[in-house]
């Protein structure tokens, strides 16, 4: 049952040219015109349209307008209550939810007698109401575009209804020209116009025809339509396989199809467009098949086969239109509507290849995008370095992770079983530039530290000495260090920073330490350039030059400096600490691996590192020019952190054993994660200034919260292994732990103490009191086997074993555990944990003073806590600056309702 | 979403009183066996399939038993058949036992959406229980009607007097069979076949139709399948892990059907747009892992969902994350990007980072801030990019693509993770 419209076809059809589809005098209502979709989309085609939209249904938001370029459109409860507010129109677009698009369909034609067409936009409609939809225009005398649909649009009128052809910028895409253009893809629409536009060809009408099962205005309909519209002298397809809408249909004028789809038939359901599902005699081949027939052609188009006849040609590739559109004109001697704009060769647009070399096939060079996205893409590359998304930053860290498998810690990356191997100024920059460091920059490192480090003549040393006097343990002394290493006393150094940033934003400078950077293309206006100058009050520093000297001698490179050096003047040691590490921070941030915030903030880390080192050195071995004996130019020119860091522990610099083993030690004492507590400290510190707004922030504040959170029980147990391993050696004759041939019979020892403490545990039990804990032994993770191992253990002997280093606690651990399970004092061979890893290779450092007297049990105990301090010093600062650069303001509180009271 | 066979169908088929076979499911006991045999002295034994299984691929498959032990034997052998056709295979899981319907007549009876009429469309002939195909066009009625009206009895009087009906079953199917229409109509169905309906001679002689198999398609998007109450594992058959989990999120507003395509793939393409997606799929071919079409404008948090299963199962195989779509209308570049790389980021974050490399072609509403922050994340984690606009053609940025996958698969995977210090 059907009215009866276009006299020759056996269904009603009421467009008889495809300039009919969308028209200027054509008035337009929405359903749901405030629903998501339309709500975006609706504006900008009313105003394309020069304003067609005369009113939109938003049941119980009658009154509401709609706001849009062209004026606002008002809303109205039902399709009734706008035709009775005077509004007329002939077409209906329904952005309704699928469950509401037939009766919107029912309303629309129900209500209004001047109804002529439908565009319906909304997807995944049930078949069920398609083919109700179907019934009710047909009896009703009405045309229905879509649904799954994105809508109609005319070039020649700049009409656009229903849906977003074009997108947000229809007139980029919608050209006028000669080409109608039909499509199953709502997406393709606009391309294939888009692409069409790259051979010179425009567009007449474009209609998207949704691929449900039920496609009410088909290919047929538009082959109706196109060959009565003289304006139209070709047209192009797109179609995807599934249905019998294109089947000997008798094309009027040139037409390109374009089939896509040969992959479907391996499925057996519907995929993507409901109705594309691949049944008998319709699928991708057969559609092929059926237009190679209607163009007389020797199959597909290609730009190796350019099959092609006056009627047309098939293509399996949108890419493919414009020149097959082009070679079948071409053989009807017509020729493009306008010259070729633009080309759909590969035009990258943003790139980072992270620092890797890819082959040229791939490392495609960037071509700078059309406007207005050019403008857009250089304002995202005006912001140099890495964004990071704020969040709330409870327990969580984007630099730390422990694997709670393993038990192993990852900074940025690299677990602290790596860094222990590392040398110990790389891991003092891992954290705030994210990558380990190389020599050259390891070295600039050691100078900006070096260069902080003696603390003669400065308040610190007063203060630092009199927490000490107070009997403070190490922590403490570093902390009123870090308290007096407030933002004042860095604000210059990060200013210098800051200059050099914004003087080098825009430069292109790929690496800090590029030698062939031409500098003189840095403008720097007066007053920058006073910044970076030393004052007269620094006129008795004596350190800038010998900065400068050990640069020299060390054969370090900075653009930076070489900048700074270019103005010929004294230059504070701020700037050159800038400099430093700008130089070291710069190729992590333009390759966006650290943050801009992370670069200007570096020096008051540097800072911080040399001052809390350098307050653990009691005060009377800071001298002016020489610290513990060691003169300033040697230690600027030849030290390393690691002989810095084993200095303030042991007050001499130390062998080359030495020195691995303190920085095994620290690197394995970096971080347990953002659960610990020294880090929770460290990251409530930043939360509580608020994050969000970094400038205030204070840095050293934050150093001091990890500080506080740490103390006899974490990190000051590190003495326990020490004293355990010192009471089993008492009155040995041990000189040398680090030779094999020490005569002591380790397995007696052992199995000595293996007996007692079984004993002990024994008499313990019979009391019904708890059985002390051995220091270095056992592991809630690692037990339960015949024989147990601690990875992390396991992988620091191992590299001592590869090297020939011996280590008689280490070995003395290694029979304990062996010897405590067979005189049955434990009920399987324990794990030597990293604990007594840490507890012999710190004794056996300090082993030879102890002997000797020079150092005391109370000097082993405070040694085991400093070291375990400037290992989380390292951490804390990867934890400070990432929540610095990700936290939100007061991330780390617990909600109330979270917390306990208990009685 | 299909159904075939008897044991469901009769289910179905009594919800608007068509008359069908006897039919006892895989668990039946062997004394129901027995009483199906006494009672009707013939039973067929047939494989029980999931999902769609036509009659094409299914000879041999059928069972026919007069005897318990002959009916225990055809149990035996087809209990776990498995039907090819084309590519698809299905295994039985189970066997049906049906009652024999002795007849002389055999009809052919099916309710279709036809695209050729666009309205729904009833196909019929006397000649039934075989392929419709082998028939003679003469011999079979394909007929539209009203979808408003529906089948009435005189469409189907109608094209039995044309195509030469024996007179004795025109009735009884004018009687029965417009009740079709209302199971298929009223119950979200898009297609139903009944072949054979073997026409039973009652003691007065007169014939009742008896439906002896049964096939229909449901409607995904209609929410009346939920009427008939169907349990969830009928539709099951096939659809791997993957596909579950992520077509739970299936809604009107963005992403259609999600594919995998080979398991073994190493391109991950979230693809936008269903042109986009064939052309994406097509091009790729086997270096695809799913198909996919996320399109229609998905708000930030399903996107987030969508992605996050996509990369728990299959990141660690990917070599490429491929976004690939044309210059979309009304999808927002930056919800979707930003839900991407979010999840991204969190997978990273969970489960480990992997060595990738990124590929976008793409345009839309949002475009450059929405690469923008997908870079930001990428950057943050280390992963290679390129983005291409819209004015990249869509199959050049597809060939790109593969050919970064190539050189993934020639040590630029090995290379990546070790610049990312993992293992590949």
């Given amino acids: ?903 | 979403m299909q159904v075939t066979g008897m044991l469901t169908g009769a289910r179905l088929l009594t919800h608007v009183g068509f008359p069908t076979s006897e039919v006892l499911g895989p668990d039946a006991t062997e004394d129901q066996i027995q009483a199906l045999i006494d009672k009707h002295k013939l039973i067929f034994v047939k494989p029980l399939f999931r999902g769609g299984v036509g009659k094409k691929g299914k000879a041999g498959l059928i069972g026919r038993a007069r005897d318990l032990k002959t009916a225990l034997a055809e149990k035996e052998r087809l209990y776990f058949a498995e039907h090819r056709h084309g590519n698809a295979v299905a295994k039985a899981n189970g066997v049906t036992f049906e009652a024999g319907v002795p007849a002389d007549h055999e009809v052919y009876f099916a309710i279709t959406d036809d695209t050729r009429f666009r309205a729904p469309t009833m196909t019929i002939t006397h000649r039934g229980g075989v392929d419709i195909e082998e028939l003679d066009k003469s011999e079979i009625a394909s007929v539209p009607f009203d979808a408003l009206t529906g089948l009435k009895a005189f469409v189907v009087a109608n094209a039995l007097t044309r195509i030469g009906a024996p007179k004795e079953i025109i009735s009884p199917l004018v009687q029965h069979l417009p009740k079709l229409w209302e199971l298929m109509h009223h119950y979200g169905m898009t297609t139903l076949e009944l072949n054979p309906i073997r026409m039973l001679a009652g003691k007065d002689g007169r014939l009742t139709p008896v439906a002896c198999d049964f096939k229909c398609g449901f409607d995904r998007d209609d929410p009346r399948v939920g009427r008939l109450g169907l349990p969830d594992y009928l539709f099951a058959a096939d659809i791997s892990d993957f596909e579950q989990e992520v077509n739970q999120l299936r809604t009107h507003q963005g992403q259609s059907d999600v594919f995998v395509i080979n398991d073994k793939g190493t391109i991950l393409a979230p693809t936008f747009g269903g042109g986009a997606n064939s052309l994406v799929t097509e091009v790729l071919g086997d270096s695809a892992i799913i198909s996919s079409d996320f399109g229609g404008n998905p708000p930030y948090e399903k996107m987030k969902a969508v992605a996050s299963i996509c990369y728990r199962h299959f990141l660690k195989q990917t070599n490429v994350l491929f976004i690939i779509g044309g210059k979309s209308n009304n999808t927002d570049i930056l919800e979707t990007f930003r839900g991407m790389g979010d999840a991204l980021r969190e997978h990273f974050a969970k489960h480990g980072p992997v060595p990738l490399y990124v590929v976008v072609g793409r345009g839309g509403p949002n475009l450059v801030r929405g690469m923008g922050n997908l870079a930001d994340t990428l950057d943050s984690l280390g992963v290679p990019y390129r983005f291409f606009g819209f004015d990249s053609a869509i199959s050049e940025v597809v060939a790109y693509a593969k050919q970064v996958d190539q050189w993934m698969r020639s040590g630029g995977r090995d290379e990546i993770a070790r610049a990312m210090n993992i293992s590949a």
């Fill in chain 1, 1 to 903: 049952m059907y009215r009866q419209g276009i006299a020759s076809l056996p269904y009603y059809l009421g467009i008889d040219r495809l300039d009919q589809i969308a028209t200027p005098e054509d008035r337009v209502c929405v359903l749901n015109i405030l629903g998501g979709e339309s709500r975006t989309v609706t504006p900008v085609s009313h105003a394309f349209s020069g304003g067609n939209v005369v009113f939109g249904t938003s049941p119980g938001r009658s009154g509401q307008v709609l706001k849009t370029p062209a004026g606002d459109i008002p809303v109205f409860n039902s399709v009734l209550e706008g035709l009775k507010a005077g509004h007329r129109f002939n077409t209906g677009v329904v952005y309704l939810p699928p469950s509401g698009v037939r009766d919107g369909v029912a309303e629309l034609i129900r209500v209004n007698p001047d109804l002529r067409k439908i565009v319906i936009i909304t997807e995944k409609i049930a078949v069920h109401d398609a083919r109700e939809i179907r019934a009710m225009a047909q009896a009703n005398g009405v045309d229905i575009v879509g649904g799954n649909c994105l809508g109609v649009a005319d070039s020649w009128s700049r009409v656009r209804i229903g849906g977003a052809l074009g997108g947000d910028h229809p007139e980029e895409s919608l050209l006028k020209g000669s080409v109608a253009v039909f499509s199953n893809s709502g997406g393709f629409t606009t391309t294939i116009a888009q692409y069409m536009a790259t051979a010179g060809w425009g567009t007449t009408t474009l209609i998207s025809s949704g691929k449900d099962v039920y496609i009410q205005y088909g290919a047929r309909d538009f082959a109706h339509g196109f060959a009565n519209d003289p304006r139209s002298r070709a047209a192009v397809l797109y179609v995807e396989p599934g249905g019998y809408y294109e089947k000997d249909i008798d094309w009027s004028k040139p037409v390109v199809a374009c089939v896509v789809g040969r992959w479907k038939s391996k499925l057996t359901r519907a995929v993507g467009h409901a109705g594309a599902m691949a049944g008998s005699g319709d699928s991708a081949e057969d559609k092929e098949r059926w237009f190679i027939e209607a163009f007389g052609t020797d199959g597909v188009f290609t730009a190796e086969t350019p099959h092609a006849s006056a009627k047309g040609a098939l293509v399996t590739n949108i890419a493919d239109i414009p020149a097959a559109l082009t070679a079948v004109m071409a053989l009807n001697d017509m020729q493009p509507d306008f010259p070729p704009r633009g080309s759909l060769a590969l035009k990258p647009w943003i790139a980072n290849d992270q620092g890797l070399h890819l082959p040229p096939e791939v490392a495609l060079p960037l071509v700078t995008a059309p406007d207005p996205y050019a403008g857009q893409i250089t304002a995202l590359s005006d912001q140099i370095g890495a964004v990071i998304a704020r969040q709330g930053m409870k327990d969580k860290s984007g630099a730390s992770v422990m694997d709670p498998k393993t038990q192993v810690t990852s900074v940025h990356g690299h677990t602290v079983l790596d860094l222990a191997l590392q040398p110990l100024n790389a891991m003092f920059a891992l954290p705030l530039v994210h990558e380990l460091a190389d020599a050259h920059d390891r070295a600039l490192l050691d100078i900006a530290v070096s260069a902080e480090v003696n603390l003669v003549g400065d308040p610190i040393l007063v203060a630092t000495d009199a927490a000490r006097d107070a009997g403070n343990a190490p922590n403490a002394i570093m902390a009123v260090a870090a308290a007096i290493t407030g933002p004042r006393r860095v604000e210059r150094a990060l200013a210098c920073a800051q200059a050099l940033v914004e003087l080098f934003a825009k430069s292109d400078l790929r690496d800090g330490r590029d030698e062939a950077f031409d500098i003189s293309t840095i403008a720097v206006d007066d007053e920058t350039r006073k910044l970076f100058l030393a004052t007269q009050d620094e006129a008795e520093d004596p350190r800038p030059e010998a900065m400068l000297e050990a640069m020299a001698a060390r054969g370090g490179r900075s653009v930076f400096l070489r900048l700074l050096q270019s103005f010929g003047e004294r230059l504070s040691r701020d700037a050159i600490l800038a400099a430093f590490t700008t130089t070291i921070a710069w190729g992590p941030m333009v390759r966006k691996r650290i943050s801009r915030l992370t670069t200007e903030t570096l020096p008051w880390y540097l800072r911080l590192y040399g001052v809390m080192v350098g307050a653990t050195i009691p005060k009377e071995h800071h001298q002016s020019g020489s610290l513990w004996g060691i003169p300033r130019s040697e230690r600027f020119q030849n030290w390393t952190m690691a002989d810095l860091c084993c200095l303030a522990m042991t007050g001499k610099k130390p062998g080359p054993t030495e020195a691995l083993y303190i920085q095994i030690l620290i690197g394995l004492l970096i971080s347990n994660g953002p659960g610990a507590i020294s880090a929770q400290g460290a990251k409530g510190a930043v939360a509580a200034d608020g994050p969000q707004t970094p400038e205030r922030v204070q840095i050293n504040k934050a150093m001091i919260g990890f500080l506080t959170h740490s103390g006899y029980s974490h990190g000051g147990n590190g003495f326990e292994g020490m004293a355990f391993l010192l009471d089993q050696f008492q009155g040995c004759s041990l000189t040398d732990p680090t030779d094999p041939a020490h005569g002591l019979d380790l397995k007696a020892m052992a199995h000595k103490f293996a007996l007692s403490y079984k004993a002990e545990k024994r008499y313990a039990k019979e009391l019904g009191q708890e059985v002390r804990a051995l220091p270095g032994v056992h592991h809630p993770v690692f037990k339960g086997k015949p024989e147990n191992f601690d990875p992390r253990e396991r992988f620091i002997a191992r590299f001592m074993e590869e090297r020939g280093e011996y280590n008689i606690f280490h070995d003395f651990y290694r029979h304990l555990v062996r010897e405590l399970f067979e005189v049955g004092a434990s009920p399987y061979v324990f794990c030597v944990n990293i604990d007594a890893i840490i507890a012999a290779l710190l004794l056996s450092v300090l082993w030879k003073d102890y002997q000797s007297g020079a150092l005391s049990p109370r000097d082993l105990e405070t040694a085991a806590f400093t070291v375990f301090l400037f290992g989380r010093m390292i951490g804390a600062a990867a934890e400070i600056d990432d929540h610095l650069n990700r936290g939100r303001n007061m991330d780390t509180r617990t909600p109330a309702a979270a917390c306990g009271h208990v009685l």
